[in-house]
């Protein structure tokens, strides 16, 4: 069973950037793709970005395009996922969740304020 682990968020001014990391582990955690969604306070949850099991392809939500990137290394064991955000603004203020076969890491919370 594929198990997932978010890092990277905290508290950052608009126009900053920020990267956030997902490590999965167990299961065959290179086979498959993984997707960042979000949930803002009072909204439902919002797809992000998406890569392939190879990272060949990636996918990125029209609201974010251009200013988040999505990208992952498989080179070790616990395939990790990276969402770098740039230039931020306060509505990407939410709880971010990697999500990949099935399984939903516990979220990181991003808040962007001045």
């Known amino acids: 069973q594929v198990q997932l682990l978010e890092s990277g968020g905290g508290l950052v001014q608009p126009g900053e950037s920020l990267r956030l990391s997902c490590v999965a582990s167990?299961?065959?955690?290179?086979?498959?793709?993984m997707n960042w969604f979000r949930k803002a306070p009072g909204k439902g949850r919002e797809f992000v970005a998406a890569?392939?099991?190879?990272?060949?392809?990636?996918?990125?939500a029209d609201s974010v395009k251009g200013r988040f990137t999505i990208a992952r290394d498989n080179a070790n064991a616990n395939n990790t996922v990276y969402l770098q955000m740039s230039s931020v603004k306060p509505e990407d203020t939410a709880v971010y969740y990697c999500n990949a076969s099935g399984m939903w890491g516990q979220g990181t919370q991003v808040t962007v304020s001045s």
């Open positions: 890569i392939t099991s190879n990272g060949d392809s990636t996918v990125v």
């Open positions: 167990g299961g065959t955690s290179s086979n498959f793709g």
